[in-house]
């Protein structure tokens, strides 16, 4: 092969010699890297987005915690 031949070059005259087996493999491959290339991208936000839902789960499991214990300490209260 020539030396200066770029990688795309190179890929392709190999992908002509592979089964059309082994090229769906390689075409699964490429878009298990464009997916998490996307992701990857796409990180900051998703990140903040999840972030923001745990926050708001938590709160919300914290408000139900409280209420419950309030309920009972309450009623725990009343029957003394």
Do not use: F, H, W
């Not at 020539?2 to 002509?16: C, Q």
């Not at 491959?29 to 464009?34: A, F, K, P, R, T």
């Amino acid at each position: 092969m020539r030396e200066n031949a770029s990688k795309r070059e190179i890929l392709s005259r190999r992908i002509d010699r592979l089964t059309e087996d082994e090229a769906g493999e390689v075409l699964d491959y490429i878009s298990v890297m464009e997916s998490l290339r996307n992701n990857t991208e796409e990180s900051p936000l998703d990140e903040l987005i999840v972030r923001l839902l745990v926050e708001a789960s938590l709160t919300g499991a914290k408000d139900s915690i409280l209420k419950t214990y309030d309920e009972k300490a309450r009623l725990a209260s009343s029957q003394a």
